[in-house]
């Protein structure tokens, strides 16, 4: 029943505060058209002065008819007012009675109201149930739409005034009536071009009740007019759709004009997503610390536009961060009581907002002294406070991921230890929230070489299984294309909806990969985006899990380009070794391993699941669809090399694309090592997937003259 009471007090409030305005206009309009009649109604009625002066003047003339020489006393009777004089005494009168009956209206409908208000005595169910009965009846006999129509009565009556007022001046003195004819126009056409904006677009803050009734008719028009399309097809329907097309097609072609310039002026003055001015007015607005949390809290989740004035916002989000510290004795900060929910909420969208103007805007918000009222945060007296930070001594990882973040984005001051995103104290839903601002960190060019180490332990972290949702994998896949130096639409960036662009995102960074590292690798690399790829094999191959990810892969031919990316890293490092210093040559075979696994990975078709061995190795054998005719010598030699570190997983993936390669009679030498490299992976001790393997690779190898 509260809510029901808060509805109907909202319904209420609005009726009556309608009445009584049309009550108190309606009195004093009265008053005035009355004195307006009272002055004018003599009209109506000879002027007894005017005949007494005639009959005076005729006795006059009589008794000496000197006295008017050449005026001829007329004595004929009154004929009645003029025409003018009736038409305009009827304007006036049906004003007065218009907005008599607008007060009557208005009275009757108070006494409505409280007989809706009242639902008598009895049970709470009972009175519910009475309660939307009277509600239902509401908008069944259209009772807003009578309520709506007394103001429109006041209008008219208004107008009729107005109208009545300057054709009766014009008879007098036409200087005089052109005021009020100017004036009267000029209201009736700025009544209809509001009504008409109105009717444009239903977000027009100057709506009225005639163009609320506007909007109903034509969409009664419409509906009528379709409904007789569908109908049976009888002469009497034809009829009415042949009347009803005109008004049918005159509303059809308005809408499309008022779609048209309601558009028009959306594009120019208006934000299509309303829900980041809602939060920016809750921040500005509210002194409620809870309500400023949960705003907070939003603030990730919705598209900023650039246009949109976040200073305020920015302040509010700052002090009530800092107000969540309290001094200690020695003028540390520490987090007061209950107050770890807000300063995270605070502080993560203080961050987002912050790193996302100062990537679009290419400076600082409000670090230096400006004289742009853009940036009026920099008049604040509490910006030495966030200096305060420095001293906080925190155990808690994610708020001093927070404070850390501050202190080095905001007021450009290191911190002891350097910030890690590889950090695992730090949780994995911190990182979905940082995927959004590192995008910002990583366009601006002076500030992305401190992010590009972070941004990969970001994607490394995140793309596992199983995947994150659809908006943090497409900035996972964005910033793995920055980190391929891929040039990218601001627009893009400010988007938290980047779901439905996975596809168009992985594509564009896997032709950069293919692009950033060649065939002919050398170890020795000095490429920052070559690097990069090969960092990204691993996660990437995580993501092409998913079968229709897997598919756009294997159309860009990434399975072969894998195999030949794993071939050059191991006959670099077996066959050259004079190309590459010692310490390369461990992160060399951690690429060949990524690259092979990515590349089994890609050539799949399916997912992996069925638990019969038989079954399982048609179905891995189907995962490599792409015939190997190149020699198979250099996987040999990843096979023994692995099988001599017993490194399970890459041996997996060794013996699954060794089940598809032809052996020559080049590998003769190595075929006694291989067989017993596969002859151990499948002792029972060993992983399900490498037995499995191993025996996909034997399978393959039964024809082979050993």
Same mark, same amino acid.
């Given at each position: ?207 009225? +009740? ?92 919705? $598209? ?59 400076? +600082? ?42 202190? $080095? ?209 048609? $179905? ?87």
């Amino acid at each position: 029943m509260h809510e029901a009471a808060e509805h109907d007090g909202q319904i209420l409030d609005k009726y009556k505060s309608d009445m009584d305005i049309v009550l108190i206009f309606a009195g004093i309009f009265s008053a005035v058209t009355t004195s307006f009649i009272v002055n004018m109604q003599q009209n109506l009625a000879p002027d007894p002065t005017i005949e007494t002066n005639m009959l005076i003047k005729k006795l006059i003339h009589i008794f000496d008819n000197s006295t008017f020489p050449g005026d001829y006393v007329d004595t004929s009777p009154w004929t009645g007012p003029s025409s003018t004089e009736i038409w305009v005494q009827s304007l006036i009168y049906a004003s007065l009675s218009a907005s008599l009956l607008a007060a009557l209206g208005a009275m009757l409908g108070k006494q409505w109201l409280n007989h809706f208000k009242h639902f008598g005595h009895g049970t709470v169910d009972g009175r519910g149930r009475q309660r939307q009965r009277k509600l239902d009846a509401l908008y069944a006999w259209h009772f807003n739409a009578v309520l709506e129509g007394l103001p429109v009565l006041l209008q008219l009556s208004l107008l009729l005034f107005g109208v009545a007022l300057g054709a009766n001046l014009w008879t007098e003195q036409h200087i005089v009536a052109c005021i009020v004819i100017g004036t009267t126009t000029f209201g009736a056409v700025f009544y209809a071009l509001i009504v008409v904006a109105a009717l444009i677009s239903d977000v027009c803050p100057f709506q009225t +009740p005639a163009s609320n009734r506007l909007r109903s008719i034509g969409q009664c028009v419409v509906r009528f007019h379709n409904v007789l399309q569908k109908g049976n097809q009888t002469i009497f329907s034809s009829l009415l759709r042949f009347v009803s097309y005109i008004p049918y097609i005159t509303i059809t072609l308005l809408h499309s004009f008022a779609s048209c310039i309601s558009h028009r002026l959306s594009s120019q003055y208006a934000i299509e997503n309303t829900d980041a001015p809602c939060i920016r007015w809750l921040l500005e607005t509210s002194d409620d610390p809870n309500v400023i949390t949960t705003a907070a809290s939003l603030v990730p989740e919705v $598209e900023w536009p650039p246009d949109l004035d976040v200073s305020c916002a920015l302040l509010r989000l700052r002090d009530t961060f800092l107000d969540c510290f309290e001094n200690t004795q020695y003028g540390q900060p520490k987090l007061s009581d209950f107050g770890r929910d807000c300063a995270i909420a605070c502080g993560k969208a203080f961050l987002h907002l912050y790193i996302e103007r100062r990537s679009l805007d290419a400076r +600082p918000v409000f670090l230096r002294a400006t004289h742009d009222p853009e940036f009026a945060l920099t008049s604040s007296s509490r910006l030495h406070d966030a200096h305060w930070l420095m001293w906080t001594r925190q155990n808690d990882p994610e708020l001093s991921f927070i404070c850390d973040l501050i202190l $080095e984005i905001v007021l450009d001051v290191g911190v002891s230890i350097p910030i890690s995103l590889g950090n695992p104290k730090i949780p994995n839903t911190f990182l979905m929230w940082m995927s959004h601002p590192l995008l910002h960190c990583l366009s601006a060019n002076q500030y992305a070489r401190f992010w590009r180490r972070r941004a990969l332990d970001v994607v490394e972290r995140l793309l596992v299984s199983p995947l994150p949702p659809t908006n943090v994998l497409a900035n996972c896949l964005m910033a793995a294309g920055l980190l391929l130096d891929q040039s990218v639409d601001p627009n893009h960036l400010t988007s938290t909806n980047k779901g439905s662009s996975i596809k168009t995102l992985l594509v564009s960074v896997l032709e950069s990969m293919q692009q950033a590292i060649g065939i002919d690798i050398h170890l020795e690399l000095r490429d920052r985006s070559s690097l990069y790829a090969l960092k990204l094999l691993q996660p990437l191959a995580v993501v092409l899990e998913v079968e229709q990810f897997r598919q756009v892969a294997y159309d860009l031919g990434m399975s072969d380009w894998g195999i030949r990316l794993c071939q050059s890293l191991v006959n670099i490092v077996l066959h050259h070794p004079e190309l590459c210093r010692p310490e390369a040559r461990e992160k060399a075979w951690v690429a060949a391993r990524d690259a092979l696994h990515f590349s089994v990975i890609t050539a799949g078709s399916g997912d992996s699941g069925p638990t019969d061995d038989r079954s399982a190795c048609k $179905e891995e054998i189907s995962r490599l669809r792409t015939t190997r005719n190149v020699g198979c010598g250099w996987l040999l030699d990843y096979i023994i090399h692995h099988h001599s570190i017993s490194h399970q997983s890459a041996l997996a993936d060794a013996f699954l694309t060794m089940s598809e390669m032809n052996i020559d009679a080049a590998c003769r030498e190595k075929m006694p090592t291989y067989i017993n490299a596969m002859i151990s992976a499948m002792a029972p001790d060993k992983s399900p997937r490498l037995r499995k393997a191993a025996f996909c690779a034997a399978y393959s190898s039964r024809n082979y003259p050993f």
